[in-house]
């Protein structure tokens, strides 16, 4: 990478503070390294490098910096800087931007915009949150039929500069409805007097506009495309997507599923950008949330705390036995979460996998059931402990409230995500912690009813 | 999307089990489409398709079914069809299947390769598993800098069947290193008679064919390109990545990760694709490991007995305090595992993130701690359990206990990734449940420390 030695060296001019070489050198620079450089300095010398960097390069750097550093800068900016780099920002860029801008930034920045960028702006940011609409931009290359190729070449030359791919060529019928794609090759390669349309097979992959990101995804993985077209209801092409945003796109999404299953919300930023104090936030609601519900297993084996006083035994094997199911529960709800995530299962196969996973859990069960047995003789044979004087009687109590608790914890968590999605919330919710306390009670309950069935009259 | 009416025709034409006709609509249907198609058939049926099936349509439709539909069918085709297969398949999807392959497979598999697609595959198997030349193809178009753009077109269009791309066009020099890399629009777009040299700007991003593919995908992610150069370790260049294959890698990993997360074996296929016998065996691994970590909670809690046999009311706050050691290491690994992953944090950084969950995991804990203490003192106030008479010293045990808990809970599980990662395992396996099952057992022997500290002489 020809841009390491020259990277080192802006490092150098920025710390010695040498503006000028710095702007030199960053115009040789790839915009994503210049990001990169300036996301390093402190904050309060954003602005005074922006003031040095000429209109376009200070747009393609922006559009490279961290989603955080954007926001943060929109604030810094002069009133003039943010009117260029607004203007000249790639449109779905700019809309993720808009999207996380505080809402009087966002009329603020809005009044900035140009009419002609304002009315794109306000177009994209008119679909829904998590649609394709909110990731594509509008700078593609579109063109009718019926033309050669040697006329598109000259109308692509003369649109390539506000287009962000000239390599997939669109085609259009006079009302712009979309009737195929065709890649920049096909044309350069075809005999130049040959029409478009005569290139065209018909058959092409197209996006709705209100398609949700994440099918969007799926899209990409099993077309294998570098750029689809997204078309409105009535299959007007309104925009394409390319596969870089895309790959942007399952990244974010499955590093906030990750954190969701983790139990706590979604960071929306690199770990280091994150605040101490947003950290705590983060993670402090649900870590309460679940400190509530956990609260009940108090309650629950209060209601047998004489049982415990007659036999304490019964209560050594407690922590066994509900780790078991919240460690069953999370696997079967993080397998869930990602098929359902990558629309591997959808919500119709919900009876299936419920009838899957209780033969998993049940046999997963009845194997940590017969080890719990098995290590509670082998404890009284060793001459370990004594179990009062009952050891098979306490081992089958232990081995039934296994199988009992890792089936609950298996289909719990498989069918938690189901229910969410049903509910119109996100199944990522459904994280492990949430599982695992949902089966902590429920497996404390069982426990000691198979415990006060078993062994009443022996040791309790 | 005008292939669906089709795709419903044909799926008729399959349970009718008219194969001409089935063999005219798949080869109008984009190939991920009829590779769909064909993969809810039954498996015994996809011979027969194949069979219909025209050389070059096989092998596309045969690259785009899933990895697994592909791995069995290797052993289903006939020796004849096979070969088609694998000369016709593109070399990174060839990689991709010959390394899931069974080894006596493979054997069979590159016998049946020409000499010169021979010597591309063992090239690429030659690289270490899960490197930038494991998903790297070598079809792509190099050209030499000093020739003219129309000389240039030229030479394009010859090589344009071979190539995987040619919207990118990269430039070595006579020893085959790479140069620089040119977008197609720009050949086009520039007079015919400059050459590409003059159009270079010596500014390109290469990936070493040994890098991780997680940091392929950084790197697309950064650079937001369709396609980037590879080159070995003297900058020749040896192939190229694009970005639809990027984009199957991060969704790859990312599940992969997931499914660690959450305490199972990656499952390597998608859910429906995995028999219930296989993944019982992915899950049960690790769960019973975990069970016989979680066995020590009991020998733990067996040193208590005689405590708990006087005051059973120690035991109901048991579950409350293990489990919130669990939740807030299973939000830390989820966290940091991820960060890994995305590179946002290294090895190196594990002093500063120590430092940052050190004191996230003692507000968390205190947090919790506060909770703990006041809810046994409000239900002694309320009547409701009387803690042998002495709640303030048992919600100070709790408190305590909880405080020390969480934090201990959040520093493992934020550093455990580190440790497994400076260990060259995989951070991933640190997941939730490994986490709560280190922490239950420490968990327990903090509470009942501070317990017979606190509680000696009173409940005690």
């Not at 966002?106 to 679909?127: K, N, T």
């Not at 049940?362 to 009952?390: E, K, P, Q, S």
């Not at 719990?412 to 969410?420: I, N, T, V």
């Amino acid at each position: 990478m020809l841009g390491t030695a020259l990277r080192e060296d802006i490092r150098e001019l920025i710390e010695r503070r040498e503006w000028d070489a710095i702007r030199e050198g960053l115009s040789e620079l790839d915009p994503a390294d210049g990001a990169e450089l300036l996301s390093e300095l402190p904050e309060e010398e954003h602005a005074v490098v922006f003031r040095l960097l000429p209109r376009q390069l200070l747009a393609d750097i922006f559009e490279q910096l961290p989603l955080e550093d954007q926001v943060r800068n929109v604030a810094a900016l002069s009133n003039e800087q943010v009117e260029t780099v607004l203007n000249e920002m790639a449109p779905d860029d700019r809309t993720r931007l808009l999207e996380e801008l505080p809402a009087n930034v966002v009329q603020r920045a809005l009044e900035s915009l140009h009419p002609e960028q304002l009315r794109v702006a306000r177009r994209l940011l008119g679909y829904p949150e998590g649609t394709a609409g909110r990731v594509m931009t509008p700078e593609y290359v579109a063109l009718p039929a019926l033309i050669t190729c040697a006329q598109a070449l000259k109308e692509i030359r003369q649109k390539a500069r506000s287009a962000e791919t000239v390599s997939s060529i669109f085609l259009v019928d006079e009302r712009g409805r979309l009737v195929d794609d065709l890649e920049l090759s096909q044309i350069v390669l075809a005999d130049p007097q040959t029409t478009l349309a005569s290139l065209a097979d018909g058959s092409y992959v197209a996006v709705s506009a209100t398609l949700p990101q994440a099918e969007v995804v799926r899209l990409f993985e099993k077309y294998d495309r570098f750029a689809l077209p997204v078309t409105d209801s009535v299959g007007v092409l309104v925009g394409i997507i390319t596969a870089d945003d895309v790959l942007d796109v399952a990244v974010r999404e499955a590093t906030e599923d990750m954190q969701k299953l983790g139990g706590s919300e979604a960071l929306e930023a690199p770990y280091f950008d994150v605040g101490v104090g947003e950290m705590i936030k983060k993670r402090g609601g649900w870590l309460a949330a679940l400190f509530l519900g956990e609260m009940l297993t108090a309650s629950a084996m209060g209601h047998f705390e004489e049982d415990i006083q007659k036999a304490a035994v019964v209560a050594l094997f407690v922590p066994l036995i509900i780790s078991s199911g919240g460690n069953s529960g999370s696997q079967a709800t993080s397998i869930i979460i990602r098929s359902l995530a990558l629309r591997e299962v959808t919500l119709r196969d919900w009876r299936k996998v419920f009838s899957r996973e209780l033969t998993s859990g049940l046999m997963l069960g009845l194997g940590l059931g017969v080890i719990g047995f098995l290590r509670i003789v082998l404890w009284n044979r060793l001459g370990w402990h004594d179990y009062g004087g009952h050891p098979y009687l306490m081992g089958l109590t232990v081995g039934i409230a296994l199988t009992g608790v890792v089936l609950a914890g298996t289909v719990a968590g498989s069918m938690l995500p189901f229910l969410l999605r049903r509910l119109g919330l996100d199944p990522a919710s459904a994280s492990a912690p949430f599982v695992a306390t949902l089966v902590d009670v429920s497996g404390l309950l069982l426990y000691f009813l198979v415990a006060t069935a078993l062994l009443r009259g022996t040791l309790l």
